[in-house]
């Protein structure tokens, strides 16, 4: 089985995530392959300094996730490049264990699940929402400015929009515990329908 967690950035997908995997899904987290896997790859590396200039490396040659960010979200045409160029490499990534391990059940963090038309990868979408407050709050304690969190928010699907489209929707204003009770309750009712 493929569940699908999506939701706005600070919304907690990660958290849900986990919590599927703590219950025995294992778990693709999209950003963290993109970080680790795809903008460490030479062929990409090489690629994104053909776009943005050498001023996309560190001194150590590692891409500068900030620098790209900044330019990425300061133009839409340049954030649409990005996600082309990078997405294809993340889908190879997730067919190839896939492949390996066709029986598990997995529970991926998809970010742009709905703004990339993702929901036939999966069995079930679900997404994770919270109040526009508690994301800014959130994303200011991971030391983003409120100015930047709130360009970022507005880079995606509105999060309405998101909980329209998904199968099932995951509340994360509550306590932890609460968070965890909808998770438990979530993966009961997909053992059912496996």
């Known amino acids: 089985m493929l569940i699908g967690i999506t939701g706005g950035i600070g919304c907690g997908k ?22 680790n896997q795809v903008l460490t ?12 200039g050498h001023q996309v490396l ?23 490049w990005l996600e082309d160029y990078l997405l294809p490499r993340l889908f190879s990534i ?7 391990r066709a029986r598990t059940h997995w529970v991926f963090e998809v ?15 679900v997404c994770v929402a919270t109040t526009a407050e508690n994301q ?11 100015a930047h969190a709130e360009l970022r928010i507005s880079k995606q699907l509105p999060l309405a929009r998101k909980v329209e489209l998904a199968d099932f929707v995951i509340g ?3 306590t932890p ?15 059912c329908s496996a």
Not at 94 to 100: G, Y
């Open 111 to 125: 970010p742009l699940l709905f703004e990339k038309h993702l929901e036939n990868w999966f069995d079930f979408t």
């Open 58 to 80: 560190l001194e150590g040659g590692a891409v500068n996730r900030g620098y790209l960010a900044s330019r990425i979200f300061a133009c839409d045409g340049e954030r649409q």
């Open 172 to 174: 994360n204003d509550g």
């Open 136 to 146: 800014l709050v959130r994303l200011e304690k991971r030391g983003m400015t409120r």
């Open 177 to 191: 515990d609460f968070l965890r009770l909808q998770v438990d309750a979530l993966a009961g009712r997909f053992a």
């Open 14 to 35: 990660s958290t849900v995530a986990g919590h599927f995997e703590s219950l025995g899904y294992l778990r693709m987290d999209s950003d963290e392959i993109i970080r």
């Open 94 to 100: 997730w067919r190839s264990a896939l492949a390996e």
């Open 41 to 52: 790859n030479p062929e990409v590396i090489a690629g994104l300094v053909e776009r943005f």
